[in-house]
């Protein structure tokens, strides 16, 4: 019940196509889920978060979509660009806990 | 301003050895948490810790330890290294005690590798 399941593991994307990464969870106590972009040797960072009370957020190219019911939610990049190649978390966090549960990662690539 | 900070970035060690990994966080952060994260898997929790406090432990084994000083820096400890401890340890600092509202800032991480 704690886990996030991400799929795919890895996207070939072309430039200027839009690239979909999907998440799902068990635990309906999840209330924030947030996505990381990881670049290799560095650490992962935040790119975009929402909450269950909200069905989208944009922010840029990048937009959450977040369906309660089915406990999914997915990263939407619009316009990709060789350089948003990098591996992609999905993450959730229930409140007043310490930690991240983070998905097992998608390595995006973006060909020009 | 300067971000999450990690020392050593990499090291190597021989199993059975101690190593001892150091973080400090963003400045007016007062929220530590380590993460392992083996090649080609999402981190992994170990501890959380907020104004020198462990507020959260991870499903490791006592062999990692850790600790959060009065300046809010943070090392992490484990013993008796094994093989399977070869990985990527992160560091994150928050505003807050947990990951909300604001996120995490994770510094580049130590890389440890077990031989």
């Known amino acids: 019940q704690q886990q996030v399941k991400q799929s795919p593991q890895s996207l070939i994307v072309q430039k200027g196509g839009i690239s979909i990464i999907n998440c799902a969870y068990e635990n309906t106590a999840f209330d924030y889920f947030p996505w990381y972009q990881q670049f290799p040797g560095k650490g992962p960072a935040l790119l975009i978060a929402i909450r269950p009370d909200v069905s989208e957020k944009k922010e840029g190219r990048f937009t959450i979509s977040f369906n309660k019911s089915a406990k999914q939610f997915s990263l939407h990049i619009m316009d990709s660009q060789p350089g948003d190649s990098a591996t992609y978390f999905c993450?959730?966090?229930?409140?007043?806990?310490?930690?991240?549960?983070f998905g097992t990662g998608t390595r995006l690539q973006v060909f020009p | 301003d300067a971000g999450v900070t990690q020392s050593p970035t990499h090291l190597i060690k021989t199993r059975g050895q101690q190593v001892t990994l150091r973080c400090s966080p963003i400045s007016g952060h007062k929220s530590v948490s380590w993460y392992q994260q083996v090649l080609g898997q999402g981190p992994q929790f170990i501890f959380q810790?907020?104004?020198?406090?462990?507020?959260g432990r991870g499903n490791f084994p006592d062999r990692f330890s850790a600790r959060q000083f009065p300046n809010y820096s943070s090392e992490l400890n484990v013993n008796a290294l094994l093989l399977g401890d070869s990985a990527l340890y992160l560091c994150?600092?928050?505003?807050?005690?947990?990951?909300?509202?604001?996120?995490?800032?994770f510094g580049s991480g130590t890389r440890l590798t077990v031989v």
């Open positions: 994150a600092s928050s505003v807050d005690r947990g990951p909300q509202p604001y996120g995490y800032t």
């Open positions: 993450a959730a966090s229930m409140e007043y806990t310490d930690k991240l549960i």
């Open positions: 810790y907020y104004e020198k406090e462990e507020r």
